[in-house]
């Protein structure tokens, strides 16, 4: 099925914002085995987008409008969709009625130009928004089915996701059921964990799942989608495909699915009724701002201490002030250590950094220098990161954050990553 | 001119990556006084880019096609432009020189698929990269002159804006001289902005001075792009209405052009060979994120406490722990002149939080206590914020950091903004 993805609108045309709503429905609908063929971006102009609506209906067999669908008078969608479905656009009293009682729950009147978000193609199916006011609908035009949807991006994604990728599976004739199957790993190239998942997808012959990778440094997510006749058909198929990745990516999991790194860093802590101090440096308070804000974080996240130079912590923590002038093992362990005692938590997370010296290049480097205390034992890892002060910044926030998921789910601390140089 | 933009590349089609790139050479074209018509979006595939360019040839006046310049064999964008023009393609020896010496350079040797980069229709002029090993060049297809320019973001940009955009103008009769001033805010919304600002397009009557937006929550850009016969020209019409902006939008201006709000605040505080503390609680460690790391910054930045209750500040700071129960003026400012004394510096800030109980929704807000303290006296500030976590958070931390801007600039800290309810 040859799909096509229209977006619309002046302040996606002009640069305004990012286009994030092309790059989410196109990876939804890659997540269900659908392809995207082709992208438009026009503005709120009438000639453009009659001329788009045109083009995409005489090669595609579904297409996707996003935007256009507001109350004021440069949202076109419904009055263009009609002209080039050679339709009327007629009041849908369904809608109508929705829309006041929308307002009603609000304590709201309802603005006079909201009525125009009612009246649509007389041959279009409407399609619920059941957070906005803005419906969805669908219509032929030409050989294509088109489908329209808000500009608003949550209205758009639970539109796309309960009412227009059902609806486009059903016409793809794909079977019924698909499903994606997430793992999020740090420390890994793409190439590498390619490499390393080479052949999984052949442990399900009839090839109903499917690889693939999405890489936002420094984590990488590795996609399994797998197709099947119901939920139990793809769990069986699924099972042996994710037992062999989980084997073969092994630590380097950090979480799966809707999970984040930071989210089982605290239920992990959560769970052992732990709680934790935090000490940076270079990283500047984003490895606290990962977390410390999360729902939760309130009964586990106790106190971060934020410096540049080192020898503040002898002021903050007390730490004798001559070992500070020298990063190494000893003193990163002792940080550590008197952050736990200080704050009175079960686990502390030191990260300091020696940053190379000069103005930023793609050669520029720090040295990380990491320790975990509880009251037992301390663990340490050292590591060098090459390319550039943002880079190495962000490279020691995840090696901080998954350094601690490691120890607290009793795995190495240490491990080789495929970003350090030493 | 109508201008178009083809966006080639299976990872942008697909939404592996988002487009940024087409949002940025739009914003770029629209900086300079030049529209884009139409934006299309394709992958690496033969068929589809040879019709995208066909269509393309049929009805712009001018096409900027960005990627597919690479070595690989799916980098189809030179061979697809030769097909589309009807023309061969010819090695460029010059090309080929520059990328032999780009390797030498870097005492590499030039690997076998790179000379394929070399390959250009005949018909083209090339454009140099020189910061990689991909050229551009442009040429005509049918009526539409077309500029190819490399998919990579850092590439992309120095080749626009030095080569694609001065041909660009050349060709579509502009004054030679555009110029773009940019105004930064915090606080006041776009169309309250737009308000205050009405009329001062004018004080140059010609119409060669046009004022846009760009919103990125919290902050909002305000731009006036200036067209004149040169530079002297651009500045004498520009120099009326950029004081009038000035004078209107008053201390809600906190940066102009490629300044950011923490590097002004940097700027200012080295000026006085100040010297900062923070403390923060449900920001949880973004407000030294946002100034700890920037160059520099190891000069001034001293200490930073994240805690996400309040009565952690005791052992932190050694704040009396019955007064950190309930925030009120005198604990925010307590803090943050205990802060300051901890750390020695001559400037604290202390944003202090009470989030609202219960799930995140629409209407979840946070009431901010804010306090400045150094040697002299303290400022403080309350406000109120609705809207979501994610909201608070992002606004507190740039109300934390506008009101020490205003605050060292010697302006009221206190003023009331849009997004606050109280």
Known sequence: MRIEIICTGDEVLTGKIVNTNFSYMSQKLEDVGLSVYWGTTVGDDREALLQAFKLAAGRADAVVVNGGL???????????????????????????????????????????????????????EMIDNPIGTACGFALDIGKAR????????????????????????????????????????????????DSLLAGVEELVPDGS??????????QLETKLTVRGSDMDDVQRKLA???????????????????QTLEGVVLAELTKCQGSLALVETFTSGQIAARFGHLPGAEHVFRCGTVVRDPIELHTALG??????????????????????????????LAVLIDLDEGADRID??????????TE????????????????????AVEMGLDCLRRYLQGLPVVERIDFEKT
Not at 244 to 256: C, M, P, W
Not at 376 to 394: D, P, Y
């Open 70 to 124: 507001g109350p004021t008078v440069d949202d076109l969608s419904q009055e263009i969709a009609a002209q080039a479905a050679g339709v009327e656009l007629v009041l849908n009293e369904e809608w109508l009625v929705k829309m006041e009682d929308f307002f009603t729950k609000r304590s709201r009147i309802m603005p006079p130009n909201t009525r125009k978000q009612a009246m649509l193609p007389s041959t279009a």
């Open 146 to 193: 088109f489908f329209f949807t808000p500009g608003v991006p949550r209205e758009l994604r639970r539109m796309l996701e309960q009412q227009v990728i059902p609806r486009l599976l059903a016409r793809s004739g794909s079977p019924a059921t698909i499903h994606l199957k997430r793992f999020h790993s740090y420390g890994l190239g793409e190439s590498h964990v």
């Open 209 to 218: 799942v499917k690889l693939g990778f999405r890489a936002h440094y420094p």
């Open 240 to 258: 042996p495909v994710q037992e062999e990745v989980r084997k073969r990516l092994g630590n380097f999991i950090l979480a799966e699915d809707d």
């Open 319 to 348: 730490i004798e002030r001559l070992s500070l002038t020298e990063l190494n093992q000893d003193v990163v362990e002792a940080v550590a250590n008197a952050a736990r005692i200080r704050a009175r938590t079960t686990h502390a």
């Open 364 to 373: 520029l480097g720090g040295t990380i220098w990491l320790a975990i205390a």
């Open 376 to 395: 037992g034992e301390v663990e340490f890892r050292r590591s060098r990161i090459l390319g550039g002060r943002e880079w190495v910044r962000l490279g």
